[in-house]
């Protein structure tokens, strides 16, 4: 199966793809039409070859994708509340003038903030608070190997717990037609409902299926950082030592991860590779439900719109924005 360029994410009522070059983001409103938002996006590191060297390229991508991620959360959350403005207006039976609203770039640093912020605290700092109780301090590989360990179970809890209210289930269910869209894409099928519906939900090249490859990066690299602090230093790592040293080396750790992501791309039909991302397909079996066939012909006009594909076999009427 070749390995191409295209993937995305869900967001409200609607699922965010992306290209070489466009994004595109598609939202079913309560009419039944799809509005689609297009725009061109070229990566920072395909625009400056500085950024494209290798582990350097994966940080970029990193801190992008979030951005961008958020970006498309607020776009069809917006979406979203000018429909409700709608119907409220048409139930008063007043005419519905919408507000002009421009970009605010520095809320949308903000929310990144933030984001970053909850999950370094959440995932990162917490690990590391409850690896240090049960005093394994002096052996960096053990210490690591356990706040690894606890760094899993608090993701797999946080995404079972999200996924046991119902708004989530429709976007995970967005998610899952998200994957199903783009697998039908990569065996060259006709974007049709009945061709996507045709596969899984589980797609080995989303960031879960690579958590365990993450995981185990983490914990070489940062059991390597503690060892040689404990040599120059004489004594190992304080709590807050540690995590300043690992916070450090979050860069490294992203820019690896992306590294073997490409990698895994390319050789997923590798025994090993196969191994590596077992788990993250299990994990998607929270992360993914099963969609409809309107949330699958979302999904397929998100993908056609960012890859720039004709849309004349669709029926639905979309706007664009």
């Not at 998610?175 to 065996?187: F, L, V």
């Not at 879960?208 to 990066?217: A, C, D, Y």
């Amino acid at each position: 199966m070749p390995d191409l360029s295209v993937g995305g994410q869900a967001v409200i009522e609607g699922v965010m793809m992306r290209s070489k070059d466009r994004v595109a983001t598609a939202v079913r409103i309560p009419s039944g039409e799809i509005m689609v938002k297009t725009e061109d996006y070229i990566s920072l590191s395909k625009r400056h070859k500085i950024l494209n060297i290798p582990i350097l390229r994966g940080v970029v991508t990193f801190f992008e994708m979030m951005v961008l991620g958020i970006k498309t959360l607020n776009i069809s959350a917006d979406i979203a509340f000018k429909e409700m403005e709608k119907e409220e207006a048409a139930v008063k039976g007043e005419e519905y003038k919408p507000e002009e609203k421009k970009s605010n770039n520095l809320v949308l640093a903000g929310t990144v903030i933030f984001a970053l912020a909850v999950g370094i605290l959440m995932f990162f700092f917490l690990p590391l608070a409850i690896a240090s109780l049960l005093h394994v301090d002096k052996d960096a590989l053990a210490f690591n190997l356990i706040a690894g360990g606890f760094r899993v179970m608090i993701f797999i809890a946080y995404v079972w717990v999200i996924s046991q209210f119902g708004e989530f289930k429709r976007v995970f269910q967005y998610h899952g037609a998200e994957h199903k869209s783009i697998y039908a894409y990569e065996n060259g099928e006709d974007l049709t409902t009945d061709n996507v519906g045709k596969y899984t939900t589980l797609h080995p090249r989303c960031g879960t299926s690579f958590i365990l490859i993450v995981v185990l990066i983490a914990i070489l690299i940062y059991a390597i950082a503690d060892t040689i602090f404990a040599v120059v230093t004489g004594a190992p790592p304080t709590l807050l030592e540690r995590f300043g040293v690992h916070f450090s080396l979050l860069p490294l750790v992203a820019g690896g991860s992306y590294e073997l992501l490409k990698l895994s791309g390319k050789t997923r039909d590798n025994k090993l590779t196969q191994m590596l991302i077992k788990p993250g397909l299990w994990l998607q079996k929270i992360t993914t439900k099963e969609p409809s066939p309107d949330q699958m012909e979302v999904a397929i006009v998100a993908l056609e719109a960012a890859l720039g594909m004709s849309e004349t076999h669709l029926t639905v009427k979309r706007t664009c924005l």
